[in-house]
């Protein structure tokens, strides 16, 4: 894995368990949150997905998604739902580093369901969503 790859990786772990683990002490109330979640019919192999504030105020909240499942802790009310996943290009390598042939990803999720999602979630009394995406 190339030098950029592994600092990619770890800064978006380190901006995951930042998400996910807040500021500690008697923070906001959350609740068990989870859902599956299928690309193309499919259950989703991995991706992350984050629960944003519809109104911008509390904090987001992201998890993993693995084999099509969810599940994270998120605060009541009205959220927007973004989704990401990356997948290997076939044929495709970063080389940049010598003697280095790394494959590259991409993000394959259209924007729809990300940075442009359309993707609400009220979470209260329900808590499990389910998320049926399309895509090439």
Known sequence: MSTHALRCLLATASLSALLATGCGGDGPEVVPVSGNVTWNGDPMPSGTIVFRPADGVARSEAGQIEEGYYSLDVPPGAKTVEITARRVVEGKFD???????VPLTEQYV???????????????????????????
């Open 95 to 101: 080389t940049s580093n010598p003697g280095e042939k």
């Open 110 to 136: 259209p924007k729809e369901y990300n940075a442009e999602t359309t993707l609400e979630a009220d979470v209260g009394d329900t808590t499990s969503f389910d998320f049926s995406l399309e895509g090439s």
